[in-house]
C-alpha cells in the first residue's frame, strides 16, 4: 500500500470549516483514498472514501486534486465532537491480494477550540 | 446489532502470563483484523482472517496466535505476555470482494497492561 503523509495536528475554531491535507505522492491508478477518525478512547471509525471524483457524505467532503498526488477532507462546520486523529489511508481494490486490511500512519490530530 | 463487541475491556498481566482477547461480530462479515495501538501511534495489524477458516499474519505478528473459532468470532492469544505488549488492541470486521469498497467497522478496545 502506498504511504501517505499527514501533518501532525491541527487547530480550528468551532463552528468554521476544517480543512485536512494528504499527500499521497506515488498513488497508484487503482488505489481508493479513505478517511477515518478516531475520537478519543475509542476504535477508528469510517469517514468518507473516493477514488477520482470528490465525494461528500452526511459527515464530510473529500476534495481529490487532479492528479490524485494530493486530497483534502473538509469539515463544513466543525464542532466539538470532531475533535479526534485523522487518518487518511490508502487502499488497492482491484489488487490481487484484496483483505481489507488498513494500513494506519500517525494521522492528523485536530483539535477544536469553543 | 451491537456491531463489534471486544472483551475484557481492561486486564492486567503478569510477565510471562497468558490470556485470549476475545471479538464478536454480528454483521456477517467475512473478514476480520486485529490491530494494536501504542501511545500516540497509529494502529498497526497484527493478524487477519479474510474468510472464515483462514488466518494471516499482519505487521506485527510475534508473540501473538489467532484462531477464527467461526464466522462471528476472531480470538487473539498472547501464550506468554512480555511488556512491550502494552498496549490498546482493536478488533475490526468488514466485508471484502474483489474491487469493491466496504468499510471496517472497529470495536471498543482492549487495554492491556503487562507488568
Known amino acids: 500500500d502506498a504511504k501517505t503523509t499527514q501533518p501532525n495536528s491541527m487547530e480550528s475554531n468551532e463552528e468554521e470549516p476544517v480543512h485536512l491535507p494528504c499527500n499521497h505522492s506515488t498513488i497508484s491508478g487503482t488505489d481508493y483514498i479513505h478517511w477515518y477518525r478516531q475520537l478519543p478512547s475509542q476504535g477508528p471509525e469510517y469517514v468518507i472514501h473516493g477514488l477520482t471524483s470528490n465525494v461528500n457524505n452526511r459527515m464530510a467532503s473529500l476534495a481529490i486534486a487532479e492528479d490524485r498526488k494530493s486530497s483534502t477532507l473538509i469539515l463544513h462546520r466543525a464542532t466539538l465532537r470532531d475533535a479526534a486523529v485523522y487518518y487518511c489511508?490508502?487502499?488497492?481494490?482491484?489488487?490481487?491480494?484484496?483483505?481489507?486490511?488498513?494500513?494506519f500512519g500517525q494521522g492528523t490530530t485536530l483539535q477544536v477550540k469553543p | 446489532n451491537a456491531g463489534v463487541t471486544q472483551t475484557p475491556k481492561f486486564q492486567v498481566l503478569k510477565t510471562g502470563q497468558s490470556m485470549t482477547l476475545q471479538c464478536a461480530q454480528d454483521m456477517n462479515h467475512n473478514s476480520m483484523y486485529w490491530y494494536r495501538q501504542d501511545p500516540g501511534m497509529g494502529l498497526r495489524l497484527i493478524y487477519y482472517s479474510a474468510s472464515e477458516g483462514t488466518t494471516d499474519k499482519g505487521e506485527v505478528p510475534n508473540g501473538y496466535n489467532v484462531s477464527r473459532l467461526n464466522k462471528r468470532e476472531f480470538s487473539l492469544r498472547l501464550e506468554s505476555a512480555a511488556p512491550s505488549q502494552t498496549s490498546v488492541y482493536f478488533c475490526?470486521?468488514?466485508?471484502?470482494?474483489?474491487?469493491?469498497?466496504?468499510?471496517?467497522?472497529f470495536g471498543p478496545g482492549t487495554r492491556l497492561t503487562v507488568t
Open positions: 475490526a470486521s468488514s466485508e471484502i470482494a474483489a474491487g469493491q469498497n466496504y468499510e471496517q467497522y
Open positions: 489511508i490508502l487502499r488497492d481494490y482491484l489488487g490481487s491480494s484484496n483483505t481489507g486490511k488498513l494500513i
